[in-house]
């Protein structure tokens, strides 16, 4: 019982993390009808930055602060230099340019930083409290929390509660009606790409302290859980992203800890197949949101 | 009286192949012009040009005086252009409030855009009740009330109608029709209406146009094409 209480813990904590890199791609998706496969690199392309401004002046807090807003400004610049110009006739066109994206940036980041791995320093404490003999969370497991809960929360006002959310729905939902309302469908559609990549870059600055530190390719194996997290809650779906990704971040951690982790990406598949095939649509979304 | 619209060897199409010919309009404020023609006449098309959505090759489009063309989709209602698209153009993943609301973000004048929310809620009550409902849950009358009022938010000196009887019951498109009637005595706009409902859209209209393959075959009054049975015959066939 304390092994399986400890795995929930553990499984809650990595699912926080899913669960903020899915909404980013949710987040994409919904505004540009794109996977954007170039999320992980672009993540890590901010933390590179965060953490070298966090080296140079000693403040992890600026060179957090450097991720996010670096997030924001590769967002936009992708969406306005790159995917502005692919021709959206086929699908497949996005997706062939994003997995083009990541071979630059990571080529890029291994030119700049070099290949091997850096440390990548956390602003809590990573050791768990102990209650009543079992490692619960850590100080740095409750910041992840409140900074996924943050932005859950600040993106459901924004999306519910703001005129630009109203303009940023409608853009994505019906462009051309929109513009005919006087939305800036453009600007909208940089908005979205901007408040993802940001997200991403959250992500990435939680999850790249827990792993094995900085590296051009250090979000690819997350990428693939938060990409099937936002497939599993049905790539839609802002809420089936937070709840995908706390599934499959419990599943993890459940398989990791009673079969070992080689299973682990064995299970994510597995996972993925069943809803799949159980509810093609996502467990929050629907077939025709997923292939529109 | 003056033209509020006028439109001067328009000529435009998708790609290389134009689909109006050097089309003239001329229309003047607080006229109600109904279009009719076959389809494929280019009767959604010409409403897709004058609010931007497809660009001249040529030709002018001046409202009240002003140069069009180089107007921006989205600027268009902030010149007193709506558009209502063919089928309706509803975003229906939104709500009935947030679909009205949308047609106001646009506006300085918040003031002036809440009341204009709330005359739209008083003039389509169903719409009142059905506020927090998703737009697919409406019925094909409720959706043309809550584009047509979607549109009268921002309100318009010249709306654009694309096929607002399309898919209605009979009943439904004869409260349309006279609620557009209504509308323009009350507040003096200019609607240009594309139809192809001819009985309905001759009822209220001024002026009738017939297009066909892109160019205005004719351009009468509607009464005299309401009761001229030669001029009905040879270009609205019954």
């Known amino acids: ?292 | 009286m003056t033209a509020l619209l006028e439109v001067t060897g328009l000529t435009a199409g998708y790609g290389a192949a134009p689909v109006l010919h050097d089309l003239d309009l001329s229309i003047e404020q607080g006229q109600i012009v109904a279009v009719m023609g076959a389809n494929g006449a280019g009767k959604t098309t010409l409403l897709r040009t004058l609010s931007g959505l497809v660009k001249p090759t040529k030709g002018e489009v001046r409202l009240d005086g002003a140069d069009l063309r180089a107007t921006k989709v989205e600027q268009m209602v902030r010149r007193g252009v709506a558009h209502v698209p063919e089928g309706r153009g509803v975003v229906t993943e939104l709500t009935v409030d947030e679909n009205l609301r949308l047609g106001g973000l646009w506006r300085s004048d918040k003031a002036d855009a809440r009341k204009a929310l709330d005359e739209v809620y008083e003039l389509f009550e169903p719409l009142a009740r059905r506020k927090r409902h998703p737009g697919h849950q409406l019925s094909g009358g409720e959706r043309q009330m809550l584009a047509v009022g979607r549109a009268l938010i921002g309100r318009p000196r010249l709306m654009l109608l694309d096929e607002p009887s399309l898919g209605l019951a009979p009943r439904v498109i004869a409260q349309i029709m006279t609620l557009l009637s209504d509308l323009r005595n009350r507040s003096g706009m200019t609607v240009l209406l594309v139809e192809q409902n001819v009985r309905s859209a001759l009822s209220i209209a001024d002026i009738g146009v017939v297009m066909s393959l892109g160019r205005i075959v004719t351009r009468n009054d509607a009464a005299t094409l309401r009761t001229d049975d030669e001029l009905r015959h040879a270009y609205l066939g019954f």
């Not at chain 1, 901007?194 to 979000?219: D, K, Q, R």
């Not at chain 1, 809420?239 to 990704?245: F, I, K, L, P, T």
């Open chain 1, 1 to 292: 019982m304390d092994r399986f209480i400890f795995l929930t813990f553990d499984g809650l904590s990595r699912g926080a993390v899913y669960a903020a890199f899915a909404l980013s791609l949710v987040l994409i998706w919904r505004a540009a009808r794109i996977v954007n496969f170039a999320q992980g690199a672009m993540a890590v392309a901010t933390a590179y930055a965060g953490y070298s401004v966090a080296n140079a002046t000693g403040s992890y807090w600026l060179g957090f602060a450097v991720a996010l807003v670096g997030g924001l400004v590769l967002g936009a610049g992708v969406e306005r230099v790159v995917m502005r110009f692919v021709d959206h006739s086929s699908p497949l066109n996005g997706v062939v340019v994003a997995l083009g994206l990541v071979l630059v940036i990571q080529a890029v980041l291994g030119m700049i930083y070099g290949n091997e791995f850096r440390p990548a320093g956390a602003p809590f404490d990573r050791d768990a409290f102990v209650v009543g003999g079992i490692a619960l969370l850590s100080r740095f497991d409750l910041f992840v929390f409140g900074a996924v809960f943050a932005v859950v929360a600040l993106l459901v006002l924004l999306f519910t509660r703001t005129a630009v959310g109203l303009r940023m729905r409608a853009a994505a939902f019906a462009p051309d009606v929109s513009r005919l309302l006087g939305v800036n469908v453009g600007g909208m559609l940089t908005l979205g790409w901007a408040l993802a990549a940001a997200v991403g870059s959250l992500a990435g600055m939680l999850v790249i302290p827990t792993e094995l530190g900085l590296h051009p390719n250090a979000m690819d194996v997350v990428f693939v859980s938060a990409f099937t997290a936002a497939v599993v809650g049905g790539l839609d779906s802002a809420v089936g992203a937070v709840v995908g990704g706390v599934v499959v971040g419990l599943l993890l951690s459940y398989v990791s800890g009673y079969l070992g982790a080689t299973v682990a990406p064995i299970a994510v598949l597995v996972l993925l197949l069943v809803v799949l095939l159980g509810r093609p649509g996502g467990l929050f979304g629907s077939v025709k949101a997923r292939v529109a």
